[in-house]
């Protein structure tokens, strides 16, 4: 949308280097962890399918960063394949793989970000998917 500034933040060089995005959105390499934005200067920040390869000992700390950064009255929205429904279906997955979510249910994410200023709003599940969207409140 015109207007908004675009930021694509990844920690890998190589990725972003075949990063394949309209020329509109600013590629920088950062970590979950300590992204490279001030604190309450962001409108949204936007989590898709990466919490996967989060390991299981920093997803509290990166769910802390994303509430860290966004403005009051903006939002924090997590995106990641809906695992645990699979997992009856599928041999046992490497704990790898299952990343955070081996770790974290999506109550307990909701728990922590309501600690953090951000209030629940919308629980959504596309195929084979969740979102949880959270408003920060201060």
Request: glycine residues 6%; proline residues 9%.
């Amino acid at each position: 949308q015109a207007g908004y500034i675009v930021d694509g933040i990844d920690s890998s060089p190589a990725m972003m280097s075949i990063a394949n995005v309209p020329a509109t959105v600013r590629l920088r390499v950062g970590n979950a962890t300590d992204l490279p934005v001030l604190a309450s200067s962001v409108d949204a920040v936007i989590y898709n399918y990466v919490f996967r390869y989060i390991p299981p000992n920093k997803g509290e700390k990166v769910m802390k960063e994303a509430a860290r950064v966004v403005r009051p009255g903006g939002y924090v929205i997590f995106t990641d394949f809906n695992l645990p429904r699979l997992w009856p279906r599928i041999p046992p997955l490497d704990r790898k793989i299952r990343g955070i979510w081996a770790e974290y249910t999506a109550e307990d994410v909701v728990d922590l970000m309501n600690r953090n200023g951000l209030r629940h709003v919308r629980t959504l599940h596309p195929p084979f998917s969740f979102m949880l969207v959270f408003e920060k409140t201060s």
